[in-house]
């Protein structure tokens, strides 16, 4: 193959709108400024290598001449370390000031949108209208509403690039940007806005990019809790409210009123609680955990109640209140007599009392609260629920006394965060590896000398004694006299510690404990055992609880396709037919997109949590019990990756019943929520998602055509994904070679390792760097491979397959979202820079048959999208990412060829400091031009 005259990928050309010019003058702004701050601060030198770099990047952009390549890769090599050092941040600065620019300009567009009544996909009104035109009657919606639980699950995985202090900085610039309205306005002059922007971005530059030390669990719970602040505290309870309305304003034209207090949206939280391959998890970072949630709750609280005591003025000697709000008042005892006439300040002042001493009880760390009054010491709420009542009585006197709009807003608002936030926050999810949970449980028998080697038994007999053990025996296993395992203790510690959290912040702070590697009924049992020595399950008669539920995780191929198997053989024991009865008859099952991608390819992937999802919501209709989904989705599309409200819609109907939980993992967490107008859209666009997918059920589905289809093309896509990546000839050293990947292993991104075991394999290594890695190079291999091959085999099958592969690409969901997010995926490749990489190859000759498959493959899956969408380039139908490519990838190829300059002296023996920040800050640099790196 001919490597000089590599295909390009073609994205579409937008017409820039009036809105865009300014996004295009923005970007002009932040580069200039950004090149005064290099000019200062870096001196004439790099301002020159940098302006030369991107102005050569650029050239071949515009004219797609590859020997212009040639020259980027020579530049590069002529720079030292220290100014290939700051030549790579003046990069990675271009892609972090290319977003901030490209975050206003949606909130823009989202503004308008607002003003001009533009009813937008993934807003609640367009979700209705959609309701409305398939023939949903009120009632129907209504139900639909009644249905929808989201719970969006904050984890830290190691891609979370940016340090806080740059987020921060960035979401300051963000909110300068946004000032321009103000410039246009004459609110602020055009010279003071510009200063406040050079400003800020002077700053970005002097701060360190790369963290000195690695992160500590403790680092990523702050991490997390910060976009509370910036988005969940206030646009959460915004949109519980939009929700209520709408439905409220439904419910009056119906028969139907009941329609009250639905809570569409919780949070999640995986940080302290999930210790698969995290050997930094511990007892005491689960009490840190929730902790640090339960302090920044409190701080919230006491905020708002502080603002709605000044807002609420009003004097007895001018309003009337209720008997409950006077009652109220009259415990606030001795006041200011400034307050005496008072009387919503003092209900208020007793409401605060009681709230303090409810925090001065349950949190550890109480510096951060406000003082208690001096003799006065309120009772302490036992449930957030009660605290939500004495709020309600305030507000309930206000609507009595014809005064319902001073409800509106911060009352509201506070009374609904409540409803969600609780005393806990986001509840806290348990994981551990299925692998972890039978290791102790041998040991736990053999100490008890019921069983010397559990381990060797088979699956019958480990269910058969794990079940007599809950059945039969209501003594514990553990006994204090005998020494444990620092695995067995370790593992007991955290359900004791889960005993102790519930007791004090309620049951909602830990729920479900999650089994990674779940394979059989045996992984289920031994999670109940060991529920069962904190006193958390029990299963003798007339004495069956178990307050955790235990959620297996399917992540592997083979494990999806054995999974429903798993669940029936669950289902069917009397004792867990008891612990249902208990608990609503519900049951989560939480699918890895991760590992799946990893396993199977992309397709096989997508196709196989599809049967999945299907074959486990008919067990559990089976049973009568209510199966619902945890989907484990990456920022990435070989992760679960891309548009949420898709992904939602494209799930199999029946399957999701309106409730979703979903992981929102590392950078996408920042790109979604570090804004507060862009974290309302898109927790809207979640919500609403679920309305509609919850309105459909199985009986709607009309796919059975289509599903054969696909599970035909699957079988040929997993071979041929499998041929390359597991049957080829040195793939796996091709892979340590041409990608970043041990680069990224030494970087401090996250507290968990990157591999569970320390061996040079595939199979050992995680998915999310694995991900990761080939995004660095631009081959974004994970996303698409296989994809191509396997639906031209199926179309060369029969004339009429391709008309087939069109039809399901209108009609289908499911189908629809898979070829989008290839298209998307493909519009962010560039086999020009990837054949850089694959220079890095010891062995070139093996390395370039690999990349010539690659390549071949790449060119098939373009041409089959070609076909099948009728579009001729990429990104036809997403013209805002298509615009945001042109804006950005003409300065981007920069950083690929400065990383790969970096990783050949690297492995040239050279450990310079200067060259090892400047490596790490190009992964940081790609990672955020790219916009979702693993």
């Not at 992937?605 to 008919?618: D, E, G, I, P, R």
Request: proline share 3%; aromatic share 8%; hydrophobic share 35%.
């Amino acid at each position: 193959m001919n490597f000089k005259n590599l295909p390009i990928t073609p994205i579409l050309s937008v017409e820039k709108t009036k809105q865009q010019e300014i996004l295009l003058e923005h970007n002009k702004l932040l580069r200039n400024l950004l090149g005064e701050t290099i000019l200062t601060y870096g001196g004439l030198p790099i301002y020159k290598a940098v302006e030369k770099l991107k102005n050569v990047s650029a050239e071949y952009y515009k004219n797609k001449v590859p020997a212009n390549y040639d020259n980027l890769s020579s530049f590069c090599s002529e720079l030292n370390n220290k100014e290939l050092l700051k030549v790579t941040r003046s990069f990675t600065f271009y892609s972090v000031l290319a977003n901030i620019a490209e975050d206003v300009y949606q909130m823009h567009q989202q503004r308008s949108a607002k003003i001009s009544n533009n009813l937008q996909l993934g807003t609640l009104e367009r979700s209705i209208k959609n309701l409305k035109d398939k023939g949903f009657n009120e009632e129907k919606i209504l139900k639909a509403m009644k249905k929808v639980s989201i719970v969006p699950v904050l984890t830290a995985h190691p891609t979370q690039v940016q340090r806080k202090s740059i987020l921060d900085m960035i979401k300051k610039l963000t909110d300068t940007l946004d000032k321009y309205e103000d410039v246009k306005n004459l609110k602020i002059s055009e010279d003071e806005w510009i200063d406040e922007l050079n400003r800020g971005i002077q700053i970005l530059w002097q701060t360190s990019m790369l963290r000195t030390s690695k992160l500590t669990v403790a680092d990523e719970v702050n991490n997390a809790l910060s976009y509370y602040s910036t988005t969940f505290f206030q646009e959460i309870p915004k949109l519980m409210n939009k929700f209520q309305e709408i439905s409220e304003t439904i419910a009056n034209k119906t028969a139907f009123n009941s329609y009250r207090n639905l809570l569409p949206l919780t949070m999640g939280m995986w940080i302290g609680g999930d210790r698969d391959g995290n050997p930094f998890v511990t007892s005491e970072t689960l009490e840190l955990s929730a902790q640090a949630q339960a302090t920044k709750l409190f701080q919230f609280y006491f905020e708002e109640i502080e603002k709605v005591y000044r807002e609420l003025s009003m004097s007895i000697t001018m309003v009337r209140v209720n008997d409950d709000l006077k009652k109220l008042s009259e415990d606030s005892g001795e006041v200011s007599p400034h307050r005496v006439n008072e009387p919503y300040r003092r209900a208020l002042t007793a409401i605060n009392d009681r709230l303090l001493s409810t925090a001065y009880t349950i949190c550890t760390d109480t510096d951060y609260f406000p003082p208690r009054r001096k003799n006065v010491v309120g009772k302490p709420y036992k449930k957030a629920e009660e605290f939500q009542k004495d709020l309600e009585i305030v507000a309930q006197s206000l609507i009595d006394n014809n005064a319902k709009f001073l409800t509106k807003g911060l009352l509201n608002n506070l009374i609904s965060a409540i409803k969600i936030f609780g005393f806990h926050l986001a509840t806290i999810d348990l994981r551990q590896d299925s692998s972890v949970h039978e290791v102790c449980v041998a040991e736990l028998l053999k100490n008890a000398n019921i069983l010397d080697d559990y381990l060797a038994l088979s699956e019958d007999e480990r269910c058969e004694i794990l079940l007599k053990e809950l059945e039969q025996d209501p003594r514990i296993l553990s006994d204090p006299t005998i020494p444990q395992s620092e695995l067995l203790s370790g593992e007991l510690e955290i359900f004791r510690k889960v005993k102790s959290l519930r007791d004090r912040f309620g049951e909602k702070i830990i729920e479900k404990n999650l089994i990674s590697h779940a394979t059989s009924l045996s992984d289920m049992l031994e999670v109940a055992i060991l529920l069962k020595e904190a006193n958390l399950a029990k299963g003798t008669k007339n004495n069956e609880f178990c307050e955790l539920q235990i959620v297996p995780l399917f992540e592997t191929i083979e494990d999806l396709e054995v999974a429903p198997q798993t669940l029936r053989n669950w289902f069917s024991l009397p004792l867990v037919e008891k612990w249902m009865n208990k608990k609503e008859r519900k049951q989560e099952v939480m699918l890895g997109y991760s590992d799946s991608n990893k396993d199977g390819g992309y397709l096989t992937s997508n196709w196989a949590l599809y049967v999945a999802q299907k074959s486990l919501t008919a067990v559990g209709q089976e049973f009568n019990i209510q199966v619902s989904f945890f989907h484990g989705r990456g920022g990435t599309v070989g992760r679960g990756g891309g548009p949420s409200y898709e992904a939602i819609l494209a799930q199999p109907e029946g399957s999701t019943a309106g409730t979703i939980r979903l992981t929102e993992q590392g950078e996408v967490i920042g790109a979604k929520y570090g804004n507060s107008e862009l974290g309302f859209k898109n927790l809207e666009a979640l919500v609403s998602a679920a309305l509609e997918s919850s309105s459909l059920s199985i009986e709607d589905a009309n796919w059975d055509e289509y599903e054969k289809i696909i599970a035909e093309i699957s079988d040929l896509s997993y071979g041929i994904y499998r041929d390359l990546v597991y049957n080829t000839e040195g793939f796996t050293e091709f892979f340590f070679e041409i990608t970043p990947i041990n680069a990224i292993a030494g970087l401090n991104i996250g507290s968990r390792p990157s591999s569970r075991k320390k061996n040079h394999s595939l199979e050992s290594l995680r998915a999310i760097p694995w991900v990761f890695s080939w995004s660095q190079t631009r081959i974004m291999l994970p996303g698409w491979y296989g994809v191509g091959s396997s639906f031209e085999k199926w179309i060369e099958k029969n004339d009429k397959n391709l008309e087939t592969l069109q039809k399901m690409y209108k009609e289908w969901p499911f189908f629809k979202a898979v070829i989008s997010n290839v298209d998307m995926i493909l519009s962010k490749t560039d086999l020009g820079i990837a054949y850089e990489y694959i220079k890095l190859a010891s062995n070139q000759k093996i390395a370039k048959n690999i990349f010539s498959s690659i390549v071949k493959e790449w060119e098939l899956t373009l041409d089959i999208l070609k076909k099948i969408t009728g579009n001729e380039v990429l990104l036809k139908d997403n013209p805002e990412l298509a615009s945001s490519l042109n804006n950005r990838l003409a300065y981007f190829s920069s950083m690929n060829y400065l990383q790969i300059e970096l990783l050949k002296r690297k492995r040239n023996g050279d450990a310079s400091e200067d060259l090892q920040k400047a490596l790490h800050i190009s992964i940081n640099g790609l990672a955020t031009g790219l916009r979702n790196s693993g």
